[in-house]
């Protein structure tokens, strides 16, 4: 499978942005898809799943209520909207096919299948 991420840019503190993956390649709508991202100088940190479905979702304690991650296995295609942006968001963040059906599983397991490129969102302040 492929991923193809886009969406990324430039915003203000308290903004929004929304990412989109597209995916290509294998069965997308039989996985669970995953959102990391990578801060300067730190490692890469889960920040969103949802399952094969699109009926359940798992979120990091730090993007909780303020990120939204959705798919539309039509398209193949999963989308991450962030909304009240904080600095503390700046990241390359990096969309994943999980090896798993669940959001849930996917997060703990941290299996990944592929990984996309990466789109950078820088959040000033």
């Known amino acids: 499978v492929q991923l193809q991420a886009s969406g990324g840019g430039l915003v203000q503190a308290g903004g929004s942005l929304r990412l989109s993956c597209a995916a290509s390649?294998?069965?997308?709508?039989?996985?669970?898809m995953t959102w990391f991202r990578q801060a300067p100088g730190k490692e890469r940190v889960f920040v969103a799943a949802?399952?094969?479905?699109?009926?359940?979702?798992y979120y990091a304690d730090s993007v909780k209520d303020r990120f939204t991650i959705s798919r539309d296995n039509a398209k193949n295609t999963v989308y991450l909207q962030m909304n009240y942006l904080k600095s503390e968001d700046t990241a390359v963040y990096y969309c994943?096919?999980?090896?798993?059906?669940?959001?849930?599983?996917?997060?703990?397991?941290?299996?990944?299948?592929?990984w996309g490129q990466g789109t950078q969102v820088t959040v000033s302040s």
């Open positions: 390649g294998r069965t997308f709508s039989s996985y669970a």
């Open positions: 949802i399952n094969w479905s699109g009926s359940s979702t």
């Open positions: 994943a096919v999980s090896t798993k059906k669940s959001a849930v599983v996917a997060y703990y397991s941290g299996e990944v299948d592929a």
